[in-house]
C-alpha cells in the first residue's frame, strides 16, 4: 500500500485492489502543488490494465486545482485507453454533488457511483 500526504488530506493506494482512498480536505495552492498528486495517481497505474477505483467519499473538501489535477488524470487515462476509471462519491458532501458528474463528461467510459 502506498500513500501520499498532501496538505491536510491522505491518498492511499491498494495495488491489490486497484483503489485509490482519498480522506481529509485537500487545499494545495495552485496546479504547482499538485504535481506530487499527479504523480503519485500515474505512478499508481502505471504498471496496471485493471480498473481503477478513486473513492472520494470521505474527501470533505477538493478546490478547483485539486478538480483539475483529477480531471487530467481521467483525460490522460482516456488518451491511453486505460486503465477504466471509476468515481465513489457521496451524496452529503456538496463539492462531490456539483463536480464528480463532470468526470463523465470527459471520458463517456468513467464510471460515477454516488
Do not use: H
Not at 13 to 19: M, R, V
Not at 83 to 100: N, R
Amino acid at each position: 500500500m502506498d500513500t501520499l500526504n498532501a496538505g491536510d488530506a491522505i491518498i492511499t493506494y491498494n495495488e491489490s485492489e486497484s483503489k485509490m482512498v482519498f480522506e481529509g480536505s485537500m487545499r494545495l495552492a495552485n496546479m504547482k502543488e499538485y504535481d506530487v498528486v499527479s504523480s503519485f495517481l500515474r505512478k499508481s497505474i502505471d504498471d496496471t490494465d485493471d480498473p481503477v477505483v478513486l473513492d472520494l467519499r470521505l474527501l470533505q473538501f477538493l478546490n478547483s486545482s485539486g478538480i483539475t489535477t483529477l480531471s487530467l488524470f481521467i483525460l490522460s487515462c482516456k488518451k491511453a485507453g486505460k486503465p477504466q476509471i471509476k468515481v465513489l462519491g457521496s451524496e452529503s458532501i456538496s463539492w462531490q454533488q456539483k463536480s464528480i458528474s463532470n468526470f463523465k463528461k470527459l471520458w463517456n467510459d468513467v464510471e460515477i457511483v454516488i
